[in-house]
């Protein structure tokens, strides 16, 4: 219940993103605002200032003003506020997360079931390719792929994705979580293939299609319900990773990976740039996780997961 | 040049923007005006050298990039060079691997130089006269960014430009061997020649280098120290080059440290902080701007701040969709705020906006601002509805644009800010991060569509001509090459023939020559706009604590071999 709540609270701060920025802040927070200024305590200050110690070199950002109306954690090297960006980047990182997991449970549920099913040949090939995906790290095939295709984007016969699109590190990661997820629901449909009743439904002349819908698919979805909330938070991580090292979701668009890579530049000046969106992260991959357990132990308690990804 | 390629030459600067900040805590080497006293107690040790990446290729004749010359200086040497000393006097000509200077006669079209005897590259093989025409050759033959430019005046030019593999330049460059003398004979007279032999183009390599880039493999050079090895992916090795002797100090000092080493592959970040911690010596790539105000208050003895005649600027291609159309280069020009792109290098004291090609202080510059708000010679800032406005009239509103940068912090925060602007005037703008190893190649290349980019460009010697002519006349542009310093793509030849007018004034006019190219660049900015400059920078130098006598050359920047460590 608590994760589910702290989900609940992230999620909703996130969506109201757009009211935070536009009608409490005041800021677009994807355009530079270098010439900016803005009020603290009652006095008009530039949102980056130059240096007045030592020899004047240098501009910084303004800190935390601890002020929820403007730039409460300060602004970027670009003069954005960074919590608009914040929440801007939690709404990208969680639609990111979710939407990939949601594409890699369902076509790792129809590939997993459908090779621990019918087995042999099909069961062979589908094997073998989430074998062969399985040997690449997940990270170097996830940014392999987005250095290719964030050049030319994806064009696969009618279908074509640009470069700077969200759908690409959706569709990247979708595909190298597969194997993670076909694999478990395959060894489970394996085990359930031998059971009494579903050889009861083969040899009552029951159609392949009845026995996967009326018999497998009830008894694997309390699996698929507890890897969904896991494989969130691995998405989301791995978004932010691919967005942190500039492949990922591409500037001015806001992901905690992005506005993490920002805050690279500002460690000595203005950590929070990059502390603010690692501690979402950090909340919100915990959170998943605990919803992911406490999905699992409402379903079976006693299933035993898929080690470690 | 460009940044990591980019020479810078400083002429007749006047430091038009801030006070030049020199602070060292260590006792420099003495010199007189003309030549560096050595020392040879302060011999001695390895100095580390921090770059984010590479500069590319390490042939002298090929590689136009600051983060070679700099180590190029010290490696080679041509027939003469810019005196290796501080100050004023660091833009001096002197004889190099000639005994004098030239005679000239035939007009100034006839240049006779003496070679030096006794000299040896670092393989041992003595120079000779066959070296120094076959190094000439070799510019046409590996297609020199300037073949077409600067060495065009040799004759027999045009047949190499046309064939260069089979470049002779017969009746250009005449050797006797019994007399040990070169003759250069020039299609007209041209007072930057000598400029143009004094930089690392120049260079005399062996006979036997290659005929096409060299890459990775060190050419032989007659210098003070020699590349021994060299991996763009972690890195470059300057050792004591053996067969080397003082010949002059004034064209080629000794060196103090045994080994200098050019480390790749940490982020600039990382970089400072090693040279904070005295784990590296000195920082190539530009200061991140978090990283200033650290150090110019708890290391402002390590830190050398000297002007600049250099700008950095963006070229769009004039000959590709949306910038092949006027109002759109101008729409961007209105709305870029220069002021902006300063704090982003880090603020007043570090660079100044600027309007025009030529840099402020800069022979044939003219004050003049033709795209902002509302109208003045000194930039006031930017004017974004008129830019919006240009856009829509344009017709190009909604176009997509990939702007080009390198991807250390301070290009990717300017690249940032650009890109936000582009948005905001109605393109749909995306950032294309390049590692700085090969950014300035593939910007030049047309093959690879690139619309507008962010880059740097330092004088290579005091003359508009290094400014206007190379980077923005028809023989600067060399459709599908990696060279094709005309990244803006403009050829028009009626601007051509004005240059030209220009450079032949100035062999008997040089103030009027300089005015013709104040015209000149006032011309291709109000009516071709084909870059947006951005400002003019200062050049910062972070050294260790460990190391003294920082020496700083308007031509060479700091002089890497000068170091020594305490």
């Given at each position: 219940m608590a994760g589910l709540a702290v989900l609940l609270f992230v999620v909703t701060i996130c969506l109201l993103a757009p009211v935070y920025a536009g009608h409490i802040a005041h800021v677009n927070p994807f355009a530079s605002n270098l010439q900016g200024t803005t009020t603290v305590n009652g006095k008009v200050v530039s949102v980056l200032q130059a240096n007045t110690q030592g020899l004047g070199f240098g501009v910084t950002p303004i800190g935390p003003?601890?002020?929820?109306?403007?730039?409460f954690l300060g602004a970027d090297n670009q003069g954005r506020d960074v919590f608009a960006r914040l929440l801007y980047g939690g709404r990208t990182s969680l639609f990111i997360g979710t939407v990939s997991a949601l594409i890699c449970v369902l076509v790792a549920s129809v590939l997993g079931v459908v090779a621990g099913y019918f087995g042999g040949v099909i069961d062979w090939i589908l094997s073998r390719i989430f074998d062969i995906l399985w040997a690449f790290p997940i990270y170097l095939l996830a940014i392999s792929l987005s250095v290719v295709l964030l050049t030319s984007g994806l064009n696969v016969g009618p279908v074509h994705v640009g470069p700077?699109?969200?759908?690409l590190p959706i569709i990247i990661i979708a595909a190298v979580f597969v194997p993670y997820v076909a694999r478990p629901l395959r060894g489970i449909v394996l085990s359930l293939r031998e059971r009494e009743f579903i050889q009861a439904a083969i040899g009552s002349g029951a159609s392949d299609v009845r026995i996967l819908l009326k018999e497998i698919l009830p008894n694997v979805a309390p699996s698929i319900i507890v890897f969904f909330p896991l494989m969130v938070a691995f998405d989301m991580l791995t978004e932010s990773a691919l967005s942190f090292l500039s492949i990922g979701v591409q500037p001015p668009a806001a992901s905690w990976g992005t506005i993490i890579n920002d805050g690279l530049g500002l460690l000595y000046t203005r950590p929070w740039v990059a502390l603010a969106p690692g501690i979402m992260i950090v909340i919100t991959a915990g959170s998943l996780n605990i919803l992911g357990d406490g999905a699992r132990d409402a379903f079976d308690p006693k299933a035993k997961l898929r080690g470690s990804i | 040049m460009a940044w990591r390629g980019a020479k810078v030459l400083l002429a007749?600067?006047?430091?038009?923007?801030g006070a030049l900040v020199a602070a060292s805590a260590s006792t420099a080497a003495s010199s007189s005006d003309t030549a560096f006293t050595y020392q040879p107690a302060h011999a001695g040790g390895t100095i580390k050298l921090l770059a984010s990446t590479a500069g590319g290729t390490l042939d002298p004749q090929v590689n136009y990039t600051l983060q070679y010359w700099q180590l190029y200086q010290a490696t080679y040497d041509g027939l003469v060079t810019f005196?290796?000393?501080?100050?004023?006097?660091?833009?001096d000509i002197v004889p190099d691997l000639a005994t004098a200077m030239p005679k000239l006669t035939n007009g100034g079209k006839t240049y006779t130089f003496t070679l030096r005897k006794g000299i040896k590259f670092s393989n041992g093989a003595a120079v000779t006269v066959n070296d120094v025409k076959a190094s000439l050759q070799r510019l046409f033959k590996v297609s020199n960014p300037n073949a077409g430019t600067w060495y065009s005046a040799i004759v027999g030019s045009s047949a190499c430009l046309k064939t260069p593999a089979t470049c002779t330049l017969a009746g250009g460059v005449v050797v006797n061997a019994a007399t040990n003398s070169v003759v250069i004979n020039l299609s007209a007279p041209d007072p930057e020649f000598l400029d143009q032999l004094a930089v690392p183009f120049g260079a005399v390599l062996p006979a036997s280098a290659p005929a096409k880039d060299s890459g990775t493999t060190p050419i032989p050079g007659t210098?003070?120290?020699?590349?021994s090895k060299y991996d763009p992916n972690s890195q470059l090795t300057m050792k004591r080059n053996p067969y080397f002797k003082v010949w002059s100090a004034a064209a080629q000092p000794q060196g103090y440290p045994t080994e200098i080493d050019m480390v790749f592959g940490g982020t600039v970040e990382s970089e400072v902080t090693a040279v904070e911690n005295g784990q590296g010596n000195w920082v190539f790539d530009p200061i991140p701007s978090d990283r200033l105000s650290e150090l110019s208050t708890k290391y402002a003895t390590q830190l050398h701040v000297n002007p600049l005649t250099a700008i950095w600027y963006l070229p769009m291609n004039t000959n590709l969709a949306p910038f092949n159309n006027l109002l759109a280069r101008e729409a961007v020009n209105y709305a870029i705020d220069k002021s902006a792109a300063v704090k982003l290098f880090g603020g007043t004291q570090l660079a100044q906006p600027v309007c025009t090609i030529l840099p402020p202080g800069f022979p044939g510059h003219v004050d003049f601002c033709a795209f902002q708000k509302g109208m003045g010679t000194s930039y006031a800032g930017p004017d974004l509805a008129k830019a919006k406005a240009l856009v829509k009239k344009s017709g190009t509103a909604g176009m997509s644009v990939g702007l080009v940068v390198t991807n250390d912090s301070v290009n990717m925060a300017v690249g940032q800010y650009v890109q936000s602007v582009l948005n905001s005037i109605g393109y749909k703008a995306t950032l294309k991060p390049l590692s700085a190893n090969i950014q300035f190649n593939y910007i030049q290349n047309t093959k690879n569509k690139v619309q507008i980019s962010l880059t740097q460009w330092y004088q290579d010697y005091p003359a508009a001509s290094d400014f206007i002519k190379v980077l923005l006349s028809c023989s600067g542009f060399h459709p599908g090459s990696d060279n094709s310093i005309n990244i803006a793509g403009y050829c028009n030849k009626s601007i051509d023939a004005k240059m030209q007018s220009a450079e032949t004034m100035s062999l008997t006019n040089p103030a009027a020559a300089n005015t013709l190219w104040g015209q000149i660049d006032k011309q291709l900015m109000t009516t071709v706009a084909p870059w947006v400059p951005l400002f003019t920078p200062k050049q910062i130098d972070f050294v260790s604590s460990k190391v003294g006598n920082y020496q700083f050359s308007r031509?060479?920047?700091?002089?890497v071999d000068q170091l020594w460590l305490k």
């Open positions: 003003t601890w002020n929820i109306s403007h730039y700077g699109s969200m759908a | 007749t600067l006047t430091a038009a923007s005196r290796k000393v501080s100050g004023a006097h660091s833009f210098g003070a120290y020699m590349f031509q060479f920047y700091m002089y």
